[in-house]
Protein backbone atom coordinates (compact mmCIF):
# COMPACT_ATOMS: atom_id res chain seq x y z
CA UNK A 1 0.00 0.00 0.00
CA UNK A 2 1.02 3.68 -0.36
CA UNK A 3 -0.40 6.89 -0.70
CA UNK A 4 -1.79 6.58 -4.09
CA UNK A 5 -3.98 3.66 -2.85
CA UNK A 6 -4.81 5.51 0.12
CA UNK A 7 -6.15 8.38 -2.34
CA UNK A 8 -7.40 5.98 -4.45
CA UNK A 9 -9.37 4.06 -1.75
CA UNK A 10 -10.72 6.97 0.42
CA UNK A 11 -12.07 8.74 -2.98
CA UNK A 12 -14.48 5.22 -3.72
CA UNK A 13 -16.20 5.88 -0.49
CA UNK A 14 -16.76 9.42 -0.76
CA UNK A 15 -18.07 8.48 -3.95
CA UNK A 16 -20.22 6.02 -2.27
CA UNK A 17 -21.58 8.60 0.58
CA UNK A 18 -22.00 11.00 -2.33
CA UNK A 19 -23.87 8.49 -4.11
CA UNK A 20 -26.34 8.01 -0.37
CA UNK A 21 -26.68 11.90 -0.21
CA UNK A 22 -30.50 11.91 -0.48
CA UNK A 23 -30.15 9.47 2.67
CA UNK A 24 -28.27 12.24 5.07
CA UNK A 25 -27.96 15.61 6.13
CA UNK A 26 -24.53 17.74 5.89
CA UNK A 27 -24.60 17.87 10.35
CA UNK A 28 -24.90 13.82 10.00
CA UNK A 29 -21.84 13.91 7.79
CA UNK A 30 -19.50 12.82 10.68
CA UNK A 31 -21.38 9.76 11.51
CA UNK A 32 -21.57 8.69 8.38
CA UNK A 33 -17.83 9.15 7.84
CA UNK A 34 -17.38 7.59 11.39
CA UNK A 35 -19.46 4.39 9.71
CA UNK A 36 -17.48 3.99 6.88
CA UNK A 37 -14.11 4.35 9.08
CA UNK A 38 -14.96 2.31 11.40
CA UNK A 39 -16.63 -0.95 9.64
CA UNK A 40 -13.11 -0.74 7.26
CA UNK A 41 -10.49 -3.32 6.82
CA UNK A 42 -7.91 -1.13 7.05
CA UNK A 43 -9.69 -0.43 11.07
CA UNK A 44 -10.53 -3.74 12.19
CA UNK A 45 -7.46 -5.83 10.66
CA UNK A 46 -4.34 -5.24 12.39
CA UNK A 47 -2.20 -6.61 10.08
CA UNK A 48 -4.24 -4.34 7.50
CA UNK A 49 -4.05 -1.20 9.92
CA UNK A 50 -0.09 -1.58 10.00
CA UNK A 51 0.10 -1.51 6.28
CA UNK A 52 -2.58 1.53 5.98
CA UNK A 53 -0.73 3.12 8.78
CA UNK A 54 2.94 2.90 6.78
CA UNK A 55 1.79 4.71 3.87
CA UNK A 56 0.37 7.76 6.04
CA UNK A 57 2.74 10.77 5.59
CA UNK A 58 4.12 11.96 8.90
CA UNK A 59 1.34 14.86 9.30
CA UNK A 60 -1.65 12.53 8.90
CA UNK A 61 -0.16 10.11 10.93
CA UNK A 62 0.54 12.79 14.00
CA UNK A 63 -2.67 14.17 13.13
CA UNK A 64 -4.40 11.11 13.89
CA UNK A 65 -1.97 10.47 17.07
CA UNK A 66 -3.63 14.06 18.51
CA UNK A 67 -6.88 12.73 18.33
CA UNK A 68 -6.10 9.57 20.09
CA UNK A 69 -4.26 11.57 23.17
CA UNK A 70 -7.18 14.79 22.79
CA UNK A 71 -9.88 12.00 23.33
CA UNK A 72 -7.66 9.91 26.03
CA UNK A 73 -7.41 6.97 24.39
CA UNK A 74 -5.80 4.31 25.55
CA UNK A 75 -4.25 1.60 23.43
CA UNK A 76 -3.63 -1.63 25.04
CA UNK A 77 -1.44 -3.01 22.74
CA UNK A 78 1.33 -2.02 19.69
CA UNK A 79 -1.78 -3.73 17.18
CA UNK A 80 -4.42 -1.47 19.47
CA UNK A 81 -2.44 1.83 18.44
CA UNK A 82 -2.53 0.77 14.83
CA UNK A 83 -6.15 0.21 14.59
CA UNK A 84 -6.66 3.11 16.17
CA UNK A 85 -4.13 5.79 13.69
CA UNK A 86 -5.84 3.78 10.76
CA UNK A 87 -9.01 4.62 12.12
CA UNK A 88 -8.33 8.49 12.93
CA UNK A 89 -6.45 8.83 9.71
CA UNK A 90 -9.13 7.76 7.75
CA UNK A 91 -11.90 9.42 9.66
CA UNK A 92 -10.31 12.70 8.77
CA UNK A 93 -9.29 11.78 4.87
CA UNK A 94 -13.03 10.83 4.33
CA UNK A 95 -14.33 14.27 5.97
CA UNK A 96 -12.19 16.19 3.60
CA UNK A 97 -12.65 14.06 0.42
CA UNK A 98 -16.26 14.49 1.30
CA UNK A 99 -16.29 18.35 2.36
CA UNK A 100 -14.46 18.85 -1.35
CA UNK A 101 -16.74 16.78 -2.98
CA UNK A 102 -19.93 18.54 -1.69
CA UNK A 103 -18.29 22.27 -2.12
CA UNK A 104 -17.79 21.20 -5.84
CA UNK A 105 -21.22 20.15 -5.91
CA UNK A 106 -22.84 23.13 -4.59
CA UNK A 107 -20.11 25.63 -6.99
CA UNK A 108 -22.09 23.60 -9.69
CA UNK A 109 -25.25 24.14 -8.78
CA UNK A 110 -24.83 27.87 -8.85
Known sequence: MNRYDIAQYVDSI??????????????????????????????IYYAQAHEFVQALDGAERNEAERHIAVYEMHPESYDDFAVKIAYWALYELIMEAVTEKLEQAEAEEA
Open 14 to 43: AQDIMSEREHWEADELHDVAHEHADSSQYV
